[in-house]
Nanobody
Framework: VQLQASGGGLVQAGDSLRLSCTTS????????MGWFRQAPGKERDFVAA????????YVVDLVKGRFTISSDNAKNTLYLQMNSLKPEDTAVYFC???????????????????WGQGTQVTVSS
């Protein structure tokens, strides 16, 4: 499984960004997908997940109401829509895929098998 994250950049607080993660074919029908982020000197933290098949989503409380995870099967692309960005959202964002049963999603990085290369998001105050 190949994952390619993109869409990061330098924005101001309050702005929006949409991250994309392009995948090899039929990834969403076989894998649960997730977004993580890692700030300098910190652990890689879970942000959002979507279940295999796309029926369920979960967003961590810290970004709930601001971030939305979605997928487009026709385009083999996973998205993370990020609104009302804050300086503390600054990090490298990674997409990941993990083998799962239909309907399951994961919140721990150990549960994911494949990772994209990351895209930098910087939010200035």
């Amino acid at each position: 499984v190949q994952l390619q994250a993109s869409g990061g950049g330098l924005v101001q607080a309050g702005d929006s960004l949409r991250l994309s993660c392009t995948t090899s074919g039929r990834t969403f029908s076989r894998y649960a997908m997730g977004w993580f982020r890692q700030a300098p000197g910190k652990e890689r933290d879970f942000v959002a997940a979507i279940s295999r098949g796309g029926l369920s989503t979960y967003v961590v409380d810290l970004v709930k109401g601001r971030f939305t995870i979605s997928s487009d099967n026709a385009k083999n692309t996973l998205y993370l829509q990020m609104n009302s960005l804050k300086p503390e959202d600054t990090a490298v964002y990674f997409c990941a895929a993990g083998s799962s049963a239909i309907g399951n999603y994961y919140t721990k990085k150990e549960e994911y098998d494949y990772w994209g290369q990351g895209t930098q998001v910087t939010v200035s105050s």
